[in-house]
């Protein structure tokens, strides 16, 4: 069992960058895959990022080479580094991972790129 808790989230111009972070309530070493996810108005809940415990990650197409998911094992946290951010990456961002056969979601944290 785990808990996750976003934050980091806010409004920014185009072009800014923000740090999303996602605390656990547990280690997440032995967690084999930590994901963030976006769900923008309107719209299905998609994965943007993952990481996986062997350090490998994958990126949906429409952030590869602006968004670079981490982690700190020490502080049992993952983190959304993005930048350049567009009109188009406003969505609430979830974290989530799938441990023993359950889904988990933290609570969400709300992106929005406006002028």
């Known amino acids: 069992q785990v808990q996750l808790v976003e934050s980091g989230g806010g409004l920014v111009q185009p072009g800014g960058s923000l740090r999303l972070s996602c605390a656990a309530s547990?280690?997440?070493?032995?967690?084999?895959?930590m994901n963030w996810y976006r769900q923008a108005p309107g719209k299905q809940r998609q994965l943007v990022a993952q990481l996986t415990r062997g350090g490998n990650t994958y990126y949906a197409e429409p952030v590869k080479g602006r968004f670079t998911i981490s982690r700190d094992d020490a502080k049992n946290t993952v983190y959304l580094q993005m930048n350049s951010l567009k009109p188009e990456d406003t969505a609430v961002y979830y974290c989530?991972?799938?441990?023993?056969?359950?889904?988990?979601w933290g609570q969400g944290t709300q992106v929005t790129v406006s002028s």
């Open positions: 547990r280690s997440i070493t032995s967690i084999n895959r």
């Open positions: 989530n991972t799938f441990l023993t056969g359950v889904d988990y």
